[in-house]
């Protein structure tokens, strides 16, 4: 059971490209990858009268350490942004768990994030447009959890599910907030080399306890614009989604919609609707490769030495009912980004963000967003 | 003095069989090695009426870093606790320190544990019940502090000795605090095949300044038990305990007991007793390794590919005289571990806590508890 | 693109000494480097009366991580300081950033230190004294800021410049706090190998948004010392600098001479001046050397098996002008530091500190100052 080090030869059949440490014990047994990533960031605003007359900034979104490999066929990954650390207990743990595989069934026990929709479960490195749509960024789906995570994909299928300790959104500290549920499936009817057709669905269901509440708000109009709450509950929430995605060569299109219920003590439920659909065209031919492991597109790898360069639209929206005042909220992005090796990328998007609301209130405004973002 | 990376053989004369990443240079001068632990817990509540129906609940106990080496035979540490970072400066620093070793004597310069009993040295990796007894959980012994440490050790004996600048419990600010001294020593006067005895004794001083207190509480029933204060000093704290611990084949078993004086500064001193018993019966026959130079034991590795299973059980009891009320808290705790690899472990067991004051009030109760374990 | 891992055989032909643990894959264009800094301060008061009778302490001033790079040609760097996390998102990090060569020009995205001086842009392993003179520990120099940064270096000469996002002093919150820009230029008229000298200048211009100030204090009798007020601004501050630095042989002088204007809204605008002059010679004979990338030296290397010994003496001054009271702050320091081996050194000081404000008041002390410190 002794382990040394030894040299990894680079493997034509791995499927990592981004490089990064990894170090392998000489019998194989152990196995260890260190990882990093660098978001930098920067908001120009455009039209900011209403929003308060914001202040052009520079700041890191993320900057994270990530450690993941194997033991003895044991799986384990701790992730923290040193970015992102907050709460009580100053944590920015991301994701930190012990895996195994089962009756071919993958499973991890820590944190991680629920199967919650295709752009939720798509890496931060790998995103099209800096910040995720409302349905996964709304605080609809409360991102890493804590609990048991099982999945399993076939060659053109796969699935998920998950049960978890509910922590109260962002907060991160000691309390046991209740309990929650998610599955997700996709299946792919179209997989060659020209066209690829994503279909999945998900539902899940969050009940806090102790009288704590779960609900959701929405940052609109870059991670500096202002925020909108959207409602929540001390009973429990459920969400159905469907995700329709695919690609046909260099052109790709991802969709979602969601649909969630905040059931109420007294009175009508509160209703929330989420949707967006997001196109993405490379210049120069490239294809967005896709982990069936994982349900998700990566990011495209360039094919010549000027770099892969994409362009990109987003139209994304949610809105509310069954409350008073109504709200909508929606925000239209477009872009680009240039993917200068398999570890640089540069982002760069204007947003055109609004909320309206049946009392007539509501505010929008607009901004030049852009990131310098190195991960490995 | 340049130095390289070289490839380290797996070496059968190492002491160390969990694997991690090890870097050797080429010159064999700098020495670096990477560690991680997770430490994933779980409470389910059997009986929690008279604790204030407590929730039951999935979170980390421990996640931590580690990376530690040798530089031109000085060595060094770093470990942080990721899920457990608190304090105005937002630390969860655990070791960290500067070594190297004069005549014969280990000595290092930073935060460690002061050597205050087997049970507290023994690294929570190797920890027979998820929790440290009273003797070294209460706070009586205050984990980590920042100092100086010296040990060493002979093939059947050793002794450790530290004086360091007391933080005042888990407070991690920057104030200082006074200073406290601890020594240790422990002799193995049967130590063959077969059957293994340690003995050994400890003392120690802490010694507020400023006004500032150090003190004793204890939780009781798991992590997330009721917490119970036991009594604190502005003077100063002596503590005395015997260790006593041995196996026979695949039969271990573990006792402490300490005595603790709070001084005050007018009337009774408070006094603390605290003292356990564990029993440890590893079922495959595997042996429980003994580490001289630390004077407490490790974990079992496996022997076969089924993993090494543990029966255990736990005795303990803190009591305190000389205030009013008086106070005991006592906990049995029994079950078992499964070691599946050197690197993956599985606890559980079943606690019953109970405190009992001479005003009549207390509170008992009872519940399950688990653990998921990697460490590299 | 796929990349592996490979040993890095010692090249003679590198400038880093220290050792520490780096990769390089097999075709090169992935490379890391995880290094580490253990910095242990203990503080004895010879006389603090007038200090409020302080504590004599063990203390970290610095425990670091550090993990640097190259992807495919573009730089990267990740520092932590575990020792050092503070403010609402419990940041530690020091430098996190993006970087590339353009032109012969390096530039960098993140944040880094500003080009505000030769001793603030020497790296906290290599200073002379424990801590920093009046002029770039002051906040006048507010540390590490957040934006562009670019520099170039010829055989003789070098420069730099920067552009960032000013936060407010230590404060590392969200929030955008104004501009800062930096430039510096240096040349050295002699460089051959018994005689350097280096000469350079700097100018800065900080200008807080939202009605922020930014401003300067001074701690001084070490860094557990007494703080004294300076200034602030809610205008803006400019400041130049000159730096006269150079070695003959063994000999080492360096000195800074700052001039900072912090603009006020009516009234005198408030002046600080700040200067020190520091000299070192070492007994061995070893010369210091001097990195004309970075414009700033570094630590010798022991050139025998007893290592480096430096003897050294510092006298800094700032004084304050343009309010009322006028302040003086000023230090004399002198000691000796011993260079174990590439990684290890101790540090040991004598310092007296003393304020004195035009209205009569001020207090004045002494302490003995010693680190242990471990770097690779």
Redo the contacts between chains.
């Keep these: 059971?002794?382990?040394?080090?030894?040299?990894?030869?680079?493997?034509?059949e791995?499927v990592?490209?981004?490089?990064?440490?990894?170090?392998t014990?000489?019998?194989g047994?152990?196995k260890?990858q260190?990882g990093?990533r660098?978001h930098?960031d920067s908001n120009v605003w455009v039209d900011d009268d209403e929003f308060g007359d914001l202040?052009?900034?520079?700041?890191?979104r993320r900057?994270r350490?990530t450690?993941e490999g194997e033991?003895?066929?044991?799986r384990?990954k701790?992730e923290?942004d040193?970015?992102?650390?907050?709460g009580?207990?100053?944590?920015?743990?991301r994701e930190?768990?012990?895996g195994t595989t089962l009756a071919g069934v993958k499973l991890r026990?820590?944190?991680a994030k629920p199967y919650r929709g295709i752009e939720e479960l798509t890496s931060s490195n790998d995103l099209l447009f800096m910040e995720r749509p409302f349905a996964s960024g709304s605080g609809i789906y409360r991102q890493y959890q804590?609990?048991v995570f099982a999945d399993a994909a076939g060659s053109n299928y796969g699935w998920g599910a998950a049960v978890?300790?509910l922590r109260n959104g962002a907060d991160s500290d000691?309390?046991?907030d209740g309990v929650g549920a998610t599955v997700r499936g996709y299946y792919l009817p179209i997989m060659d080399d020209d066209v690829l057709l994503h279909v999945g669905g998900i539902a899940s269901l969050d009940n806090p306890?102790?009288g704590k509440t779960v609900g959701a708000s929405v940052r609109f109009a870059g991670r500096?614009g202002p925020s909108q709450g959207l409602g929540s509950t001390t009973e429990d929430q459920q969400s159905f989604g469907v995700e329709l995605a695919g690609r046909v060569g260099s052109l790709s299109l991802q969709s979602e919609y969601h649909f969630v219920t905040l059931a109420q003590p007294s009175g009508d439920d509160t209703d929330l609707s989420a949707s967006y659909v997001q196109v993405s065209w490379l210049l120069n031919g490239e294809v967005k490769p896709y982990d069936v492991g994982k349900g998700a597109f990566k990011s495209p790898?360039p094919a010549g030495g000027r770099g892969a360069w994409e362009l990109k639209l987003r139209y994304d929206l949610i809105d509310v009912s069954g409350r008073d005042p109504e709200i909508d909220v929606s925000q239209l992005a477009a872009g680009a980004n240039w993917y200068?090796?398999?570890?640089?990328r540069f982002m760069l998007e204007y947003i055109q963000g609004e909320s309206d609301l049946s009392d007539g209130t509501g505010v929008d405004g607009s901004l030049i967003a852009a990131r310098?973002?190195?991960s490995?």
């Design positions: 059971a002794l382990i040394g080090l030894v040299a990894v030869p680079a493997q034509a791995t990592e490209t981004r490089g990064g440490i990894r170090i014990s000489d019998d047994r152990f260890a260190l990093g660098i930098l202040e052009t900034g520079v700041f890191f900057g350490i450690l033991a003895y066929g044991w384990y701790f923290n040193f970015a992102g650390q907050s009580d207990n100053g944590s920015g743990i930190m768990w012990i026990l820590g944190q804590t609990g978890y300790n000691d309390d046991t306890a102790n500096r790898k200068i090796n398999p570890n640089v310098a973002q190195l490995f």
